[in-house]
């Protein structure tokens, strides 16, 4: 089977990239320029917030692949269980 | 002010009645009508119990008002409005009935002031939701019907022996209060709020249901179901340490399948029970603005979810099914609809000036100390990945190219409804302090302090420079239709299995039993049968004549013999 190519192409994905990279250049400027109120660990400090933000988004990735890879449902067997189950 | 206890959830039950009788042009203005009553009812009242009388020696207690019961109560019957709206849009009398009985279920057992009657309502909400499912068009809807009324029968069983227990243990009082998990009564009936608010390993009742609902349906469960739970557990359980926990692990679930759900509306249950996790983990720290955080998330929860519901609910009505892996055309062919979807999902995911962020600020607030950083780092991380799974990934298959654009824009009802959840939505991001007010505790946060917005920006931007990257270099999975196993894999499958597997065996036992005992009881009879017909023939010379006369004999000799001297 040709598996769809993830790669996207026109659409939305250029506007949606402009966005976020303003969105991550103004926080992070905001960020790094305003006087924070004391940190109480080091997930406040500036820079932080997109250190995590990437980290949910290949997060989000591997969440993406392991559920395909370990949890996709075959259709075969669902269809057994349909029969035979509520 | 009326004169007669009205618990303001009793008025969509009735409303429920008459939607029954009424035609389709008045359906819609009766739900709106009857929140808008229940509004007033609520609003109109003081603090405090209303009323109470007796029965059976126990006291009931149809209403009691405070501050934490009135902002889900605000909530949930803003939200009836909203879906009231929505639900003109299309033709199903049945749901618009099971919508009233779940909403008024849901909004009677928040005011109700013991535990019994607040059983009976939540159990009426239970009813309402599976009655929702059933009334669905949607495929496989009757069997997922069924699967919920199993988890609700579960729920109501814990409740039962947990009230039971209860007022065994406390001389009658059915009072609500404060309970606690090491007593038996208390143990039960946190399991059976652990159900309720879709707990890890009871999590998937919801995400089934919200699947298989019609859209309105859809909604109506989304907004009026699982937040009742958070409501009882800040109700009974505040500051109970295994909700913490919990609250964690749904968290890191929701966020995990809502990243890789091909199905929307399921993304956007397991969403929702991220978000719930983080309500269950603020009412385990207890403190004081967690709780009030609690209840401001979980208003702003019940409006933006059904918001998002509402949006796919319109792909749905058009197309049957709302998968990531079909949204082709969707931009071309429902653009409305596309918009509303991208301003639901950012709500969702706390983008600032939309509905959760200003409720996230405060439940970030209440875990910032050094005890509870690792759920400040899990609560943090949430946003950026709800807005991959439910934005960036619908909006990126929603604007791909499909010719012909094949689907036309949803009904006019249908884009009010959304258009009203939308506008909740934006209104309470972006002037959250009347939210903030209404809560116990007041909430002196300012959600829009320069390093918060700026913090959350650069966190949501960060997300999706990285996950757009990742799909530019071909990393990131393809959008493909596929269904995700659960923990339901478990009971649709190798418990289904053992179930039909013991049926099959008790079917045989039983078979083996009736052949058994039909040759036993027919040798018997045709035994009986002989002694009989063989006692009707006194001429037949048999051992039984001379026994006779032998008896007699003897009998007479022991008298002469046993004569007293």
Same mark, same amino acid.
């Given at each position: 089977?040709?598996?769809?190519?993830?790669?996207?192409?026109?659409?939305?994905?250029?506007?949606?990239?402009?966005?976020?990279?303003?969105?991550?250049?103004?926080?992070?400027?905001?960020?790094?320029?305003?006087?924070?109120?004391?940190?109480?660990?080091?997930?406040?400090?500036?820079?932080?917030?997109?250190?995590?933000?990437?980290?949910?988004?290949?997060?989000?990735?591997?969440?993406?692949?392991?559920?395909?890879?370990?949890?996709?449902?075959?259709?075969?067997?669902?269809?057994?269980?349909?029969?035979?189950?509520? | 002010?009326?004169?007669?206890?009205?618990?303001?959830? $009793?008025?969509?039950?009735?409303?429920?009645?008459?939607?029954?009788?009424?035609?389709?042009?008045?359906?819609?203005?009766? @739900?709106?009508? %009857?929140?808008?009553?229940?509004?007033?009812?609520?609003?109109?009242?003081? $603090?405090?119990?209303?009323?109470?009388?007796?029965?059976?020696?126990?006291?009931?207690?149809?209403?009691?008002?405070?501050?934490?019961?009135?902002?889900?109560?605000?909530?949930?019957?803003?939200?009836?409005?909203?879906?009231?709206?929505?639900?003109?849009?299309?033709?199903?009398?049945?749901?618009?009935?099971?919508?009233?009985?779940?909403?008024?279920?849901?909004?009677?057992?928040? #005011? !109700?002031?013991?535990?019994?009657? #607040?059983?009976?309502?939540?159990?009426?909400?239970? $009813?309402?939701?599976?009655?929702?499912?059933?009334?669905?068009?949607?495929?496989?809807?009757?069997?997922?019907?069924?699967?919920?009324?199993?988890?609700?029968?579960?729920?109501?069983?814990?409740?039962?022996?947990?009230?039971?227990?209860?007022?065994?243990?406390?001389?009658?009082?059915?009072?609500?209060?404060?309970?606690?998990?090491?007593?038996?009564?208390?143990?039960?009936?946190?399991?059976?709020?652990?159900?309720?608010?879709?707990?890890?390993?009871?999590? !998937?009742? /919801?995400?089934?249901?919200?699947?298989?609902?019609?859209?309105?349906?859809?909604?109506?469960?989304?907004?009026?179901?699982?937040?009742?739970?958070?409501?009882?557990?800040?109700?009974? /359980?505040?500051?109970?340490?295994l909700l913490v926990p919990a609250g964690a692990v749904m968290v890191g679930l929701g966020a995990f399948y809502a990243a890789a759900e091909d199905d929307l509306r399921a993304a956007a249950a397991y969403a929702q029970t991220a978000q719930t996790g983080i309500g269950?983990?603020?009412?385990?720290?207890?403190?004081?603005?967690?709780?009030?955080?609690?209840?401001?998330?979980?208003?702003?929860?019940?409006?933006? /979810?059904?918001?998002?519901?509402? %949006?796919?609910?319109?792909?749905? *009505?058009?197309?049957?099914?709302?998968?990531?892996?079909?949204?082709?055309?969707?931009?071309?062919?429902?653009?409305?609809?596309?918009?509303?979807?991208?301003? %639901?999902?950012?709500?969702?995911?706390?983008?600032?000036?939309?509905?959760?962020?200003?409720?996230?600020?405060?439940?970030?607030?209440?875990?910032?100390?050094?005890?509870?950083?690792?759920?400040?780092?899990l609560f943090s991380c949430l946003p950026a990945i709800l807005f991959v799974g439910l934005c960036l990934r619908a909006s990126l298959a929603a604007h791909k190219r499909a010719d012909p654009a094949p689907y036309a824009e949803a009904p006019y009802g249908m884009l009010?409804?959304?258009?009203?959840?939308? #506008?909740?939505?934006?209104?309470?991001?972006?002037?959250?302090?009347?939210?903030?007010?209404?809560?116990?505790?007041? @909430? %002196?946060?300012?959600?829009?302090?320069?390093?918060? !917005?700026?913090?959350?920006? *650069?966190?949501?931007?960060?997300?999706?420079?990285?996950?757009?990257?990742?799909?530019?270099?071909?990393?990131?999975?393809?959008?493909?239709?596929?269904?995700?196993?659960?923990?339901?894999?478990?009971?649709?499958?190798?418990?289904?299995?053992?179930?039909?597997?013991?049926?099959? !065996?008790?079917?045989?036992?039983?078979?083996?039993?009736?052949?058994?005992?039909?040759?036993?009881?027919?040798?018997?009879?045709?035994?009986?049968?002989?002694?009989?017909?063989?006692?009707?023939?006194?001429?037949?010379?048999?051992?039984?004549?001379?026994?006779?006369?032998?008896?007699?004999?003897?009998?007479?000799?022991?008298?002469? $013999?046993?004569?007293?001297?």
């Amino acid at each position: 089977m040709r598996t769809p190519d993830p790669r996207p192409r026109g659409g939305a994905a250029g506007p949606w990239l402009v966005v976020c990279l303003a969105a991550l250049a103004a926080g992070a400027a905001f960020d790094f320029g305003v006087d924070h109120p004391a940190a109480f660990w080091i997930g406040m400090r500036p820079g932080a917030a997109a250190a995590l933000g990437a980290g949910a988004a290949c997060f989000a990735v591997i969440a993406g692949h392991a559920a395909r890879t370990l949890l996709r449902r075959r259709e075969h067997d669902g269809g057994r269980r349909a029969r035979h189950h509520p | 002010m009326l004169d007669i206890t009205l618990n303001p959830g $009793f008025i969509p039950l009735l409303a429920a009645l008459l939607v029954l009788a009424a035609p389709q042009a008045l359906r819609a203005p009766l @739900m709106a009508l %009857s929140a808008f009553s229940a509004l007033w009812l609520l609003l109109d009242r003081e $603090f405090g119990v209303d009323a109470s009388v007796q029965q059976m020696g126990l006291r009931i207690v149809p209403l009691e008002l405070d501050a934490l019961n009135q902002v889900f109560g605000i909530g949930l019957l803003i939200a009836l409005v909203v879906i009231a709206a929505y639900s003109s849009g299309r033709k199903n009398r049945f749901e618009d009935c099971a919508i009233l009985v779940l909403a008024g279920g849901a909004v009677s057992a928040l #005011f !109700v002031g013991d535990l019994i009657l #607040f059983a009976a309502t939540a159990a009426l909400a239970s $009813f309402g939701a599976a009655w929702v499912v059933f009334a669905s068009p949607l495929r496989q809807s009757a069997r997922a019907g069924v699967r919920l009324l199993v988890w609700q029968g579960l729920e109501g069983l814990l409740f039962l022996v947990g009230i039971a227990l209860h007022i065994a243990d406390n001389q009658g009082v059915t009072t609500i209060r404060r309970l606690s998990v090491g007593e038996l009564s208390g143990a039960f009936i946190f399991a059976a709020l652990m159900i309720r608010v879709g707990a890890p390993l009871a999590h !998937v009742w /919801f995400k089934d249901a919200v699947a298989h609902a019609a859209p309105a349906g859809a909604a109506a469960i989304s907004a009026f179901s699982v937040m009742l739970g958070v409501y009882a557990l800040a109700r009974f /359980f505040p500051a109970e340490a295994l909700l913490v926990p919990a609250g964690a692990v749904m968290v890191g679930l929701g966020a995990f399948y809502a990243a890789a759900e091909d199905d929307l509306r399921a993304a956007a249950a397991y969403a929702q029970t991220a978000q719930t996790g983080i309500g269950l983990t603020l009412v385990g720290v207890g403190s004081p603005l967690a709780l009030a955080a609690v209840e401001a998330h979980a208003f702003t929860c019940i409006l933006a /979810f059904a918001a998002l519901q509402m %949006s796919l609910g319109n792909i749905v *009505e058009r197309r049957g099914e709302a998968r990531a892996s079909g949204l082709a055309g969707l931009g071309q062919g429902m653009p409305l609809t596309t918009g509303f979807l991208l301003l %639901s999902g950012l709500a969702c995911a706390g983008f600032p000036g939309l509905a959760l962020y200003p409720t996230f600020a405060a439940a970030l607030e209440a875990a910032a100390q050094w005890e509870t950083r690792w759920l400040w780092t899990l609560f943090s991380c949430l946003p950026a990945i709800l807005f991959v799974g439910l934005c960036l990934r619908a909006s990126l298959a929603a604007h791909k190219r499909a010719d012909p654009a094949p689907y036309a824009e949803a009904p006019y009802g249908m884009l009010l409804g959304v258009s009203l959840a939308s #506008f909740f939505c934006v209104a309470l991001g972006i002037a959250p302090h009347w939210l903030y007010n209404l809560t116990p505790t007041e @909430m %002196s946060i300012d959600p829009f302090a320069l390093d918060r !917005v700026a913090r959350q920006f *650069e966190l949501i931007g960060a997300a999706g420079v990285v996950f757009l990257a990742l799909r530019l270099f071909g990393v990131a999975p393809a959008d493909a239709p596929t269904r995700l196993l659960d923990m339901d894999a478990v009971y649709r499958g190798p418990v289904a299995a053992a179930g039909r597997w013991a049926g099959e !065996v008790a079917l045989r036992a039983l078979g083996a039993a009736q052949f058994g005992w039909d040759q036993v009881s027919g040798e018997a009879g045709t035994r009986l049968g002989a002694w009989l017909r063989r006692l009707d023939r006194p001429y037949v010379q048999t051992w039984s004549g001379p026994a006779q006369l032998l008896a007699i004999a003897a009998a007479i000799l022991m008298a002469l $013999f046993a004569r007293p001297n």
